[in-house]
């Protein structure tokens, strides 16, 4: 018994079940755009009631600690504490700033050091013509 493999047998379809054949994959394409519209009703109620949350939350969280502040002395040390550590943020970026252009002056005369180099290299040739 010897099997033939790869032989593909070519089929003309008629121009009617050609037509039948698009209009079902238009149906199918229909019905995938409403799912996927659906699906993003669904995202946009979604998100809508997180931002809800979030704004319930924070107003909230204004109302319990708007009144607190004047009277309990923990808050201001806290917002102290607060204050210096942003304080001292800055002063290590402005030391990693320093630190970068420091390094920065070091690798530029290196590269225009190989620039010189390769200078004579990499000038542009002109195209033959033919």
Same mark, same amino acid.
């Given at each position: 018994?010897?099997?033939?493999i790869?032989?593909?047998?070519?089929?003309?379809?008629?121009?009617?079940?050609?037509?039948?054949?698009?209009?079902? #994959?238009?149906?199918?394409? %229909?019905?995938?755009?409403?799912?996927?519209?659906?699906?993003?009703? !669904?995202?946009?109620?979604?998100?809508s009631?997180? +931002? %809800?949350? =979030?704004?319930?939350?924070?107003?909230? =969280?204004?109302?319990?600690?708007?009144?607190?502040?004047?009277? #309990?002395?923990? !808050?201001?040390? =806290?917002?102290?504490?607060? !204050?210096? +550590?942003?304080? %001292?943020?800055?002063?290590?970026?402005?030391?990693?700033?320093?630190?970068?252009?420091?390094?920065? %002056?070091?690798?530029?005369? #290196?590269?225009?050091?190989?620039?010189n180099?390769?200078k004579?290299?990499?000038?542009?040739?002109?195209?033959?013509? =033919?």
């Amino acid at each position: 018994m010897v099997k033939k493999i790869g032989v593909i047998k070519k089929k003309s379809m008629t121009k009617s079940e050609l037509e039948q054949m698009l209009l079902n #994959n238009f149906v199918n394409l %229909q019905k995938v755009l409403t799912n996927l519209s659906v699906k993003f009703e !669904d995202l946009s109620n979604n998100v809508s009631k997180l +931002l %809800q949350l =979030f704004e319930i939350s924070a107003k909230s =969280f204004a109302e319990k600690y708007s009144g607190k502040a004047g009277e #309990n002395g923990t !808050d201001k040390e =806290f917002l102290k504490k607060l !204050d210096s +550590l942003l304080e %001292q943020n800055k002063t290590i970026a402005k030391g990693i700033m320093l630190m970068e252009e420091k390094v920065r %002056q070091r690798k530029t005369p #290196n590269l225009s050091q190989e620039q010189n180099r390769y200078k004579g290299i990499l000038r542009a040739k002109p195209l033959p013509r =033919f």
